[in-house]
Structure formats: structure tokens, C-alpha cells
């Protein structure tokens, strides 16, 4: 029986899972990803830890497996993470992360040409860090254009000038049209340094002769275009039907409803993703697990957590974040974080926090309905976060509306599934 696997590259580990024809998990890895450098509003990281990671969970999980019955791979990452590669795939720079936000006056500039409803909108854009790289001289015309999971696929394969539709949207592609839009030459942005843009799953090579020696793994083996890590946790959670929606707690929160139509609110951080003929409106905030790690370790997270009581609000109004700036459902670069009072119990505290989380996920929720989103119907939970249970109560009483786990908890089951998909669709 053939094998599928999919690749996650999350802001904290790399995560690696192989499904069978009937979509059973085969095997499993994991590998930790250092914590990518902030100074202010720059956060960046070499991609060579990302290759690291890739290639550490590839060898492990092929351990586990029949590796000669991998029929493909497949990859997601984070969006709006920007890379520069020459014409062979090599950086030209460190990354610069999805939550970066140095390109303050590109993204004032992209606000004048782009359309509204554009997901290339605001400093964290992928647009906008493209633009950043312009101004520095940093871009040549050899240049190109490369996010996180195009470049481990490229990686993979030696193919590096092709990108998925999910991840090309905050570099202004345009999914109506499907094509790079004319807006973009205002811009003094060239074609040349943008990716030629697929659906996901879309075959665009084989993995490379090296590769399939090291890892034991077919020389047919192919590699598909990619996604989004949200993207990919919805298509893992079991949601289907329009007004279910997918809250992925992981080092940030995203929030994501199934729609008929498309929805972008760019001054919110809101924009919208097609899948499968319907669209996935949402937002990430930058709030999320990160900020209880900057507090807790694992373990002291994992020994609280029985003690939380969801039922006995502590009162607390937070707005929990790591540093400064917010993206959604405030969309607000110089926006605070609120963690005081903070009380002698650090129980209460850790409880303030997820308190503070669900309110930022009802928050989101209510403004994506206001703006023409069905309010969720269900709410399946992803995300290290998601083996909370007082904390799916306390966010189950905010929202008022049932929380669940999702039915896979895993982005690579998802990226996963769209290789299963695609190979049977042909």
C-alpha cells in the first residue's frame, strides 16, 4: 500500500507524518526548531535550521516505515515568512519570520496602490518584506521570491520557482484572477522575482537522486506543492461544512471559519484562502502558547493545569503577547501587551492568560461574523493547546458555541492528506 508524507515546519519543531492509501497515520517525527531571533520589530532565522529540521524527522520517520512505498511528499510552514534565494536555491539572506514587522513604510506604500481587500496588505506581509529587500539593495536580477515550505521543497526536489496559492496571497497574488496583478509594477515589484503559482498538490518534480538514497525512498517519489500551516490544520481537523471553524493554539492564535465567499478586512489582519471551492476566512494574533513559554516551561505548564478551575473567572482583563504588536483581530504594531495585575498565584496568572486567549478568540470570531462570516457553528481546536481541557472550557463558555478537539491534531496529517488527495485525483 502506498505511503503519503507530510511535512510541518511550525514556529517551534518540525513534524513529520506518513498516511496510508486510507489515510491511517503509518509513522511520526519530531524535531525542536530553535526560537527564531527579535530584536524589536525584525525577527528572523537561518533557513539552514529549517533544511536541519526537515531532514532530521524525514530520517526518523523513514525508519519507522516502508520508505519504498512513499508515493509523495508534501510540505507546509508558516505564512507570510520570506526567504531570498539566488537562481540555485541559496539564501541571500537570513529569513525574515511571519511576524516580523520591519517594513512599516513599504506597507504605508503598499496601502496607497493595492486593493483593499488584498492579503498583501500590512507590514508583516509577505509583499511588504519583499519591498523591504528592494529598498535595502538587497535584490537582484537573479533574484527570487521564496517562502518557508517553497524552499524545502525546493530542497527536495531542486525546484525552486514554484509557490502555492495560500502562501502566494501576502505576496499579492490575486486567487479571483489567478494571476500576478498589474498593481504590483506600481510597486517597482518584477515578475522575475515572483514564484509561478500552483494549486496545492500540484506535482512539481521528484525528490532528488541524493535524497532518495539517503532516506531509502523511491526515485519516483514526488513532491507536491505545498500550503500554509493553518491552512493545512483545517484540512487535519475534519471541518467541512461552512460555519465550522478551526482555532489552531500553537505559538500563535489562528482562527479560521469555512465561508462561501471570500472575506479580507486587511485593517483587521483578516483575509481569506481558497479550499476546495469555498474559502477559509481568518487571522492570526500573536498572541498564543509562545507567551506562556516566556513564563512557564512545559513542565510547570503541564503541573498547573489540573489546579485551573474554568468555571471561577479570575477577573482578569489580559491581552497576552510576547512583545509588542498585534495583528489580529486588532491589527496595531505598537500595541502593548496587558498582563498586570499579576497575582503572588501563579495559577491564577497561568489561568489569567488562557482567560485572556479566549477573549482574543471571541473577539475574532465576533468581528469575522460582523464583517459577513457565519459565527461558528463548532469550534475544532489544533495545536499543542488543544490537550487542554480546562482550557477548552473556559474557551467553550466564551464562545458559546461547542469546542472540540479536532479530529487529527497535526498540520502534517493535513499536508499529508493533500498528497493522499492528489495522487488519487489524477
Known amino acids: ?230 491552512t493545512a490544520a483545517f484540512i487535519a481537523s ?14 500563535t492564535l489562528v482562527l479560521k471559519v469555512l465561508c462561501e465567499q471570500p472575506l479580507f478586512a486587511p485593517e483587521y489582519g483578516i483575509y481569506s484562502q481558497p479550499l476546495f471551492g469555498q474559502w477559509l476566512a481568518g487571522g492570526a494574533s500573536n498572541s498564543g502558547g509562545a507567551v506562556l513559554l516566556k513564563y512557564f516551561s512545559k513542565s510547570q505548564l503541564q503541573q498547573m493545569t489540573p489546579s485551573l478551575q474554568p468555571e471561577q473567572s479570575t477577573g482578569l482583563n489580559y491581552y497576552p503577547l510576547c512583545q509588542n504588536g498585534e495583528r489580529f483581530p486588532i491589527n496595531d504594531p505598537d500595541m502593548a501587551p496587558q498582563l498586570t495585575p499579576r497575582p503572588e498565584n501563579e495559577i491564577q496568572f497561568f489561568q489569567a492568560m488562557l482567560e485572556g486567549m479566549a477573549g482574543i478568540e471571541k473577539r475574532g470570531y465576533d468581528l469575522l461574523h460582523s464583517l459577513g462570516a457565519p459565527y461558528p457553528l463548532t469550534v475544532y481546536t489544533n495545536g499543542g493547546g488543544a490537550a487542554n481541557e480546562p482550557w477548552r472550557r473556559i474557551r467553550e463558555n466564551r464562545l458559546q458555541t461547542p469546542v472540540i478537539n479536532a479530529r487529527h491534531l497535526q498540520a502534517a496529517y493535513g499536508t499529508a492528506l493533500i498528497a493522499l488527495r492528489s495522487c488519487k485525483n489524477r
Open 1 to 230: 500500500m502506498p505511503l503519503y508524507i507530510g511535512i510541518d515546519l511550525g514556529t517551534s519543531g518540525c513534524r513529520a507524518i506518513a498516511i496510508d492509501a486510507n489515510a491511517q497515520v503509518a509513522g511520526e517525527a519530531y524535531t525542536d526548531l530553535p526560537t527564531p531571533e527579535r530584536d524589536g520589530l525584525n525577527v528572523q532565522q537561518l533557513p539552514s535550521l529549517w533544511w536541519e529540521a526537515a531532514t532530521t524527522v524525514l530520517a526518523d520517520l523513514t525508519r519507522q516505515i516502508q520508505a519504498s512505498a512513499v508515493a509523495a511528499i508534501c510540505v507546509d510552514a508558516t505564512s507570510s515568512t520570506l526567504l531570498i534565494i539566488d537562481q540555485n536555491g541559496e539564501p541571500q539572506s537570513p529569513a525574515l519570520m511571519y511576524n516580523d514587522a520591519r517594513a512599516q513604510s513599504q506597507a504605508l506604500e503598499i496601502s496607497t496602490i493595492a486593493p483593499r481587500h488584498s492579503a498583501a496588505q500590512g507590514a508583516s506581509s509577505t509583499l511588504a518584506k519583499l519591498m523591504w529587500f528592494k529598498d535595502q539593495g538587497g535584490l537582484r536580477a537573479s533574484s527570487r521570491a521564496c517562502h518557508q515550505a517553497d524552499w524545502i521543497l525546493g530542497r527536495l526536489s531542486g525546484e525552486f520557482h514554484f509557490s502555492d496559492v495560500n502562501n502566494s496571497l501576502k505576496l499579492g497574488y490575486d486567487p479571483d484572477l489567478r494571476l500576478w496583478p498589474l498593481w504590483l509594477e506600481k510597486l517597482a515589484v518584477s515578475k522575475s522575482w515572483l514564484p509561478r503559482v500552483v494549486k496545492p498538490g500540484t506535482k512539481i518534480g521528484t525528490l532528488k537522486s541524493k535524497l532518495c538514497a539517503q532516506f531509502n525512498l523511491p526515485p519516483a517519489t514526488e513532491i507536491l506543492a505545498g500550503t500554509t500551516d493553518s
Open 238 to 251: 475534519g471541518a467541512s461544512r461552512v460555519g465550522e471553524a478551526v482555532t489552531c493554539l500553537g505559538s
